[in-house]
């Protein structure tokens, strides 16, 4: 059956430095990957979008890669902020585009 | 612009009751979607609308759940005989039609928190 991994525990890192999050997926043939920020009590937040054929893509201090070979992706935040501690979702969709599968999203603590 | 909103953000109720969860998408979004997000599990698909097609109900867990999209905007989700696995919160989200540039981002509006006594 199709899945879709994060890493479940937090990551707790220092103000300034990179976050790194991985999402691996198995069973799963995705046109493209979506990264999204969820505050506790709402919705997620859209952020980054990354096709399959991509390799990487930016916008301000964030960053995706996207691996089809070895069927996973990382994101990265650089110069981390204490406002960047949320939960972030990794999601993949389909050719048909439209459903999104989501992964379990891997909470951030940044600490100043 | 405004964005996608739910109504009611909170709703406690009893055992098989029946509830009815409210999704107002962003104006212009044709394709219309909800998910479930249990506590400690990630966000699970349940329907999607798309303009005039018929629904994708491949995610509705169980009979006990329907959902509807009035003329192609406003869209009620239905949990009938609710049970206490019924218990998580209902997203919406809305996104661009299928031909516009940015139609694969999803919209999301802040959720429904359900619990079933």
């Known amino acids: 059956s199709q899945k879709i991994e994060q890493n479940s525990e937090a990551l707790n890192i220092q103000e300034g430095k990179t976050a790194t999050l991985t999402c691996n997926y198995t069973?799963?043939?995705?046109?493209?990957l979506q990264w999204y920020r969820q505050d506790p009590g709402r919705g997620p937040v859209f952020l980054l979008l990354?096709?399959?054929?991509?390799k990487e893509k930016r916008k301000e201090r964030l960053k995706v890669t996207f691996d089809t070979t070895l069927k996973q992706s990382l994101f990265h935040i650089t110069a981390s902020q204490p406002a960047d501690s949320a939960t972030y979702l990794c999601?993949?969709?389909?050719?048909?585009?439209?459903?999104?599968?989501f992964g379990g999203g891997t909470r951030v603590l940044v600490k100043p | 612009g405004a964005g996608v909103s739910q109504s009611p953000s909170n709703k406690v109720t009893e055992k098989g009751k029946d509830v009815e969860l409210r999704c107002d998408p962003i104006?212009?979004?044709?394709?219309l979607y909800w998910y479930r997000q249990s506590l400690g599990q990630g966000l699970e698909f349940l329907i999607y609308?798309?303009?005039?097609?018929?629904?994708?109900k491949s995610g509705l867990p169980s009979d006990r759940f329907s959902a509807e999209r009035t003329g192609g905007s406003v869209s009620t989700l239905t949990i009938q005989r609710t049970q206490q696995e019924d218990s998580a919160v209902y997203l919406c989200?809305?996104?661009?039609?299928?031909?516009?540039?940015?139609?694969?981002?999803?919209?999301f509006g802040p959720g429904t928190r359900l619990l079933v006594l």
């Open positions: 989200a809305s996104s661009l039609p299928r031909l516009a540039g940015d139609r694969e981002t999803q919209y």
């Open positions: 069973n799963y043939s995705p046109a493209y």
């Open positions: 990354i096709r399959e054929n991509e």
């Open positions: 999601a993949l969709t389909g050719a048909a585009g439209n459903k999104l599968t």
């Open positions: 104006s212009g979004h044709t394709a």
């Open positions: 609308f798309q303009g005039n097609s018929a629904p994708d």
